[in-house]
């Protein structure tokens, strides 16, 4: 066999049935361009880094900068982008803004990719 060719069909046979149960349950394009911007937001390491700190609770931008050694502007940089796409959220008390996961589907994204990667 050619490895060039190895991920090839070497038959002409096609699977209407799977081609069909494929159709039914695609996305719409506008679906795909949103999940595929979910994963390249998650994609970054900083931003990655930033999530899964908050994973744990809610965390203000001195502290997150402080634990990723990365300045203030960088990770407020990060946070805006991560607020941009719903992926986090922030209250204020008094001068300090905390920032936490938008929702559990964030963390779950996160513990599913970590599972993933370790396999």
């Not at 695609?26 to 700190?53: H, Q």
């Not at 809610?58 to 402080?66: G, R, Y």
């Not at 922030?90 to 300090?96: A, E």
């Amino acid at each position: 066999m050619d490895p060039n060719t190895d991920d090839l069909c070497h038959s002409r046979v096609i699977h209407q049935e799977r081609i069909e149960l494929a159709r039914q349950t695609a996305l719409s394009p506008l679906e795909y361009e949103k999940l595929a911007n979910l994963f390249k937001v998650m994609g970054d390491p900083t931003r990655l880094r930033i999530l899964f700190a908050l994973s744990g609770e809610e965390m203000c931008v001195c502290d997150l900068a402080a634990y990723l050694d990365i300045s203030e502007s960088a990770v407020s940089h990060q946070l805006r982008n991560l607020r941009q796409h719903f992926l986090v959220t922030n209250r204020r008390q008094g001068p300090i803004l905390y920032y936490r996961l938008n929702d559990d589907h964030i963390n779950q994204l996160i513990r599913i990719g970590l599972d993933h990667s370790r396999e």
